[in-house]
């Protein structure tokens, strides 16, 4: 059988997400392969990979939460906001303080409207951003609604602030730095990106490229792979009966006991214990109904 499950991948600086898929699916023989939330190519760490059916638990992936070690050079902005892109500011930062930084960083927690970088795989009209970009066009972009939970602010080597950032889906941390070079008035981008953390997956436990490799020459990769419902457990349980998991499996509506909150999902089991996929309650109908078939 096709291995199905997620790799908790840690990408390198330089290769492209869609690199490290082509990868996988070369060296392990898998068709379907996809990987949730990119990383620009000189940003690394967590990159959860999907294999076989496990691919359509990507929606539910990128909703949750990510945690970044950011590197942001004071004094310097670019077109890109990060340390590729050309410099269009320049600006003394020298005689910035850590406290004076730390207030700046302190006025981003919570809720934010953010607009994301013109250098960006955002679409507008079909096309990325950062196709018009290079052709030197820049079009107004529509903030989005970010969250940022937690900005701990590590380090202070001028002109260099790491700052570790935990946030919603949808957070450009290269937008964060270029409107913190903006709040303090010198310019800022981003030169070192980290993933240390997507969802349940934590760079402490993830697989780099040497470790993929000596597992693919050993033949026991596949013992690297997470079930597909590892990233789903905050989702509560539920058995069906083998009646029930017929209904399930055709799509029919289930009459369950409805969730604590009224709505929500929850993950639905056969009676052996095979994860079978996700059901919806509607309240509207007091039922459950197939949200997502992963088993077949």
Known sequence: MTPQGILNFNKPRGPTAFALVHLVRRLTGVTKVGHAGTLDPQAEGVLPICLGRATKIVPYLL???????????????TDTYDAQGRVTHQADASGLTRAAIDEAL????GPQEQVPPMHSALKVGGIPLYRLAR???????????????RLEFQEWQPPVATVEVECSKGTYIRSLAHDLGLKLG???????????QYGPFQIKDSVDLCQFHEAIK???WESLI??????????PAVILGPEQEASFRHGRSLALP??????????AYSQPGQFL???RFLSEEAQWRRELLLDL
């Open 218 to 220: 050993d033949a026991t």
């Open 277 to 279: 996929g996700l059901l």
């Open 135 to 149: 052709r030197g066009l820049e079009v107004p972009r529509s903030p989005r609604r970010v969250h940022f939970y």
């Open 226 to 235: 997470y079930p597909a419902d590892y990233p789903l457990q905050h989702f």
């Open 63 to 77: 909703e949750g939460r990510k945690v970044y070690q950011a590197q942001i050079t004071l004094g310097v902005a």
């Open 258 to 267: 409805p969730p604590p909150t009224g709505q929500g999902c929850c993950r």
């Open 186 to 196: 010198c310019g800022a981008h981003l030169s070192g990106l980290v993933r240390l």
């Open 106 to 109: 302190r006025g981003f927690f």
